[in-house]
C-alpha cells in the first residue's frame, strides 16, 4: 500500500518532557509540527521505568515546567520526592490541559532520518512503513532511554521471568513467594531493592560496584510551605535558572580541609540528617574537585554504612572507594538497612563474576544462585544511545554515528547542534548540562532556545542552520577543560561511557553550570547564532 506522506516544519521525536513542551512552542508559533512516539502515551523515562520505588531525585517543587503560571497553580505535589505514578499524571495532565495529543503519534518509531541537501529537508521513515519530510528535524529523545541489558551467556535459556527496570512491565509485577535476583546497584538498583525485598521470598543482589547513598528522607507536603512556594516562585525559578545544577542549592564557601575534623563531622552529620540529592555534596566547596577533600565525604558516607548494617562482613561488601559524587549521586530511602532483613543476600561479583546465566538462575565463579526472577538494574547506553538507535545521516550520506565513532568521540557545538547535519537541533544533547543538572530546568531552556531559533530564522528568511566545525571544536574543547578540572573524569562511569563494551570514552556532560550555560547560548543567539552558518532560504519555506 504506498503511503502519503506528510510535509511538515518540523519532526520532534520522542514524547517525553522535552518533546511535549517542543511540540507545545512550535505550534504556539505557527509551525506544522508532528511528535512520534514509540510509546502508546505520553511520558518518556517516566512511561518507561515503572520499576517498584522509581522516583524522582529531584525535589518535586523543582521537577516540573516553570513556562506557565496556570500550570503551576493547577497541580500540587503530594510530595518531597514524587513517585513515577504521580510524575507520569502530571504529564498526562499537562498532554490534556494543552491539547497535545492531536499531534502526537503514537506507537511509532523513527526509524531514519536523512538529510537531503538538495530539497534542503530531512526525509524520515517510520517504522509504520510511512515516510516524512521536514524542514527541521528536532531529536527529544532523553538521555538514558537505551537501556542496557549486558551480554550475559545464557539469558536466553532462563526459565523464569526478566526485566529490565527501565523497560518496566506496565503490569503489576509479583514478587510474592519468588526468589528474585536484582543485577546492578545504581540509581535504579538502590530505589527497588527496598521495595522488592518486603515482597519477594528471597533477594539475590548482585553488586559489581558498592554506591555511596544518603537518605532522602521523603515526607508528605505541608500545604503551608507550597502556599509559600507559589507565592515566591518567580524568584525560585530565577535562581534555579542561574544556579549550577538546576536546583536551588546553599552551597558551602569553605574548603572540607580547613574545617577541623569535628566541625567536619557535625556539618557532615547535619547534611546526613537533613537528606536530600545535594544537601552533603555541596556543604564544602571542593568535593568534586580535590582529591584528599572528597575523601573526608567518602569516609563519611563509609562510616554510616559500617554504622547501619549490622553484619560486619556484609558492611564490607557494601563500601564504596571511588571518588564521592563522580557516579550519579544516589539518594534512598532504607537501602542499606535492608541488607539487615533475613530474606537479602549481597553477591560481590566484582569478586566473583558473574558467568552465566543458566536455566534455573545466575551461576558466578563460586556459586549457583537459584531463582525465579531476574531483574536487570543495569543502566542505559546514556546520551548517544538514544540518537544511535535511529539512522540520523546529515550532508553526503554521513551517519551521526560515523562521525562521532572510534576514538574521535561525541562533538556538538553547545549540544544542540553539530557540524554537517543542518536543520537538526538535539535536546539536552551531549555536550549539554542535561543529566548532571535538574532536567526540567535544562529541557525549558532548549526548548525555548530552539523555538526562538526557528523563529528568528523565519523572520529573516534564512532557510538553513548548520553548527561551523570550528565552533564545534571549541565547544567540545572546553567541555573537556572544565570536566578535567573536576574529579568525574577520574572514575569510570555512564558520564564518560564507560559501561558500554566497545564505547568510546570521553565525558559527555557540560560541567559549566545551567546558569553559565544558559548565558552562553543566550549569547550566541544575541550574536546572530555565532558559530553557526546562516543560509538564506531558497524560497519561502515557512
Ligand atoms: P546505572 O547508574 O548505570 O547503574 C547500573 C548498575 O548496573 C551499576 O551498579 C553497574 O555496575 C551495574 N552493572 C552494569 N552492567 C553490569 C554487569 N554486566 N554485571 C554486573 N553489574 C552490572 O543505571 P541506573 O538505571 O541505576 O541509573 C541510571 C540513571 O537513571 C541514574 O543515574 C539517574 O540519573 C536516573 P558498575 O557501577 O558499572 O560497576
Known amino acids: 500500500m504506498a503511503s502519503t506522506q506528510l510535509n511538515l516544519d518540523a519532526v520532534i521525536v520522542g514524547a517525553g518532557f522535552s518533546g511535549l513542551y517542543m511540540l507545545h512552542r512550535l505550534r504556539e508559533a505557527g509551525f506544522s509540527t508532528c ?43 503530594s510530595a518531597k520526592y514524587a513517585e513515577q505514578p504521580e510524575i507520569l499524571r502530571y504529564i498526562n495532565f499537562v498532554a490534556d490541559k494543552f491539547d497535545l495529543r492531536r499531534d502526537i503519534q503514537f506507537k511509532t518509531r523513527v526509524n531514519t532520518a536523512h538529510y537531503d541537501e538538495e530539497k534542503n529537508r530531512w526525509d524520515i521513515q517510520l517504522d509504520n512503513g510511512q515516510s516524512v519530510t521536514a524542514k527541521f528535524f528536532i531529536t527529544a529523545v532523553g538521555c538514558l532511554s537505551a537501556s542496557n541489558v549486558p551480554k550475559m551467556k545464557g539469558l536466553e535459556t532462563f526459565k523464569g521471568e526478566w526485566y529490565h527496570t527501565g523497560h518496566w512491565p506496565h503490569e503489576k509485577v509479583e514478587f510474592k513467594g519468588k526468589r528474585v535476583g536484582v543485577i546492578g546497584t545504581g540509581s535504579s538498583g538502590i530505589q527497588s531493592i527496598p521495595v522488592i525485598a518486603q515482597e519477594a521470598e528471597h533477594l539475590t543482589v548482585f553488586q559489581r560496584t558498592p554506591q555511596y547513598s544518603s537518605p532522602a528522607r521523603n515526607t508528605a507536603h505541608d500545604p503551608e510551605y507550597l502556599k509559600e512556594i507559589r507565592a515566591n516562585y518567580n524568584e525560585i525559578k530565577t535562581q534555579m535558572q542561574q544556579s549550577a545544577v538546576g536546583i536551588p542549592v546553599v552551597q558551602g564557601e569553605r574548603s572540607a580541609l580547613e574545617d577541623p575534623p569535628e566541625e567536619r563531622q557535625r556539618l557532615f552529620e547535619a547534611a546526613w540528617e537533613k537528606g536530600g540529592l545535594m544537601t552533603l555534596s555541596s556543604t564544602y566547596n571542593d568535593l568534586s574537585i580535590n582529591p584528599e577533600a572528597n575523601e573526608t565525604a567518602q569516609e563519611f558516607i563509609r562510616s554510616k554504612i559500617r554504622e547501619v548494617v549490622k553484619n560486619p562482613e556484609v558492611a564490607e561488601k557494601l563500601l564504596p572507594s571511588f571518588y564521592y559524587g563522580t557516579k550519579r549521586t544516589i539518594i534512598d530511602t532504607n537501602y542499606f538497612e535492608t541488607y539487615n532483613r533475613d530474606n537479602v543476600t549481597l553477591i560481590d561479583v566484582r569478586k566473583a563474576p558473574i558467568q552465566e546465566i543458566t536455566a534455573s538462575g545466575i551461576k558466578t565463579a563460586e556459586e549457583e544462585y537459584d531463582l525465579d526472577m531476574i531483574v536487570f538494574a543495569t543502566g542505559f547506553d546514556a546520551m548517544t544511545g538514544p540518537l544511535f538507535k535511529m539512522d540520523i545521516r546529515g550532508k553526503d550520506g554521513v551517519s551521526l554515528k560515523e562521525k562521532w565513532a572510534g576514538g574521535s ?44 531559533c526557528l523563529n528568528y530564522l523565519r523572520e529573516n528568511g534564512l532557510g538553513v542552520i548548520e553548527a561551523n566545525e570550528d565552533a564545534e571544536n571549541n565547544w567540545n574543547q572546553h567541555c573537556r577543560e572544565v570536566a578535567d578540572m573536576t574529579l568525574f573524569t577520574k572514575t569510570d562511569s555512564w558520564y564518560m561511557g564507560a559501561n558500554i563494551e566497545g564505547k568510546a570514552r570521553g565525558f559527555q556532560i557540560y560541567l559549566g553550570g545551567v546558569g553559565t550555560y544558559r548565558q552562553i547560548c543566550d549569547d550566541v543567539a544575541d550574536k546572530g547564532y555565532e558559530g553557526f552558518a546562516l543560509i538564506p532560504s531558497k524560497e519561502p519555506v515557512l
Open 409 to 452: 568521540q561525541t562533538r556538538t557545538y553547545l549540544g544542540i547542534g553539530t557540524a554537517g547535519f543542518p536543520n537538526m537541533f538535539m535536546l539536552t544533547g551531549p555536550e549539554s548540562p542535561s543529566v548532571l543538572s535538574n532536567m526540567m530546568v535544562s529541557i525549558e531552556q532548549h526548548v525555548e532556545w530552539v523555538s526562538d
Open 35 to 77: 511528535v512520534f512516539e514509540a510509546g502508546d502515551n505520553v511520558g518518556g523515562t517516566w512511561y518507561w521505568n515503572r520499576y517498584p520505588g522509581a522516583r524522582c531525585d529531584v525535589e518535586s517543587i523543582y521537577y516540573n515546567y516553570t513556562f506557565s503560571e496556570e500550570l503551576l497553580n493547577e497541580w500540587t505535589w
